[in-house]
């Protein structure tokens, strides 16, 4: 199946830094959706992106849908422990017959050391 | 709490098994998704329904099959079990209608294959 090209893979970063993750795609997406993984549990949906060129945010959270609707960022700021997790982005378009609804990346593994 | 319920949390079975993994979608969604993630690995999209009809198929073994029954739940068979089938499967829902609507998705079933 399709894929997205999610980087980095993985981050280790000190607590109250910054982070930065990205997702790009090949294809159009009408949305951009960015969840997070704890371990041992099911993607949480953080930050939904409707629209080319939105900018949302979330508590610390950013998210852009980019203008060409092929990419997405994410960013944290102020990175704490409970930010450690796997970050999924993933690309929506309208559930068809056939074809699957969300396309995610491979994740970003983020882990802040206190 | 995504309002996603998936039973059971956890199972062990021997290769050559057969097993049923359950979901309960939220309140009000009609469709339903599954997804398979390997050690390390993203989502994989296997199969959704909408309301009692598969909608779109992904990556899903001949071994693997899927039904949504008239209460809206939904159960995966996965027989003829082999080693490589040891994974987290998780359910996901949304309205499902054919909109922008984010997936939801449950804490997982976590399969031992031995």
């Known amino acids: 199946g399709q894929q997205l090209n999610q980087s980095p893979q993985s981050m280790f970063i000190q607590e109250g830094e910054d982070v930065s993750m990205n997702c790009t795609s090949s294809s159009i997406f009408n949305t951009w959706l960015w969840y997070k993984q704890d371990p041992g549990e099911g993607p949480v949906l953080l930050i939904a992106l409707y629209k080319a060129g939105e900018l949302t945010s979330n508590g610390r959270l950013t998210a852009q849908f980019g203008i060409t609707r092929k990419d997405s960022f994410l960013n944290i700021s102020a990175s704490i422990p409970s930010d450690v997790g796997i970050y999924f982005c993933?690309?929506?378009?309208?559930?068809?017959?056939?074809?699957?609804?969300?396309?995610f990346g491979k994740g970003t593994k983020l882990t802040v050391n206190p | 709490d995504s309002g996603v319920t998936q039973t059971p949390k956890h199972l062990i079975t021997a290769t050559g098994q057969r097993v049923t993994l359950r979901c309960s979608p939220r309140s009000g969604d009609l469709s339903v998704y599954w997804y398979q993630q390997s050690l390390d690995q993203g989502l994989q999209f296997l199969i959704q329904y909408y309301n009692g009809e598969e909608r779109a198929k992904g990556n899903i073994l001949e071994r693997f099959s899927a039904q949504q029954f008239p209460d809206l739940h939904s159960e995966l068979n996965l027989s003829s079990l082999e080693l490589g089938d040891s994974a987290l499967y998780f359910c996901a829902s949304d309205v499902g209608t054919g909109g922008d609507s984010p997936l939801h998705f449950g804490n997982g079933t976590r399969l031992t294959v031995t």
């Open positions: 993933a690309g929506g378009r309208p559930s068809q017959g056939g074809s699957e609804k969300l396309v």
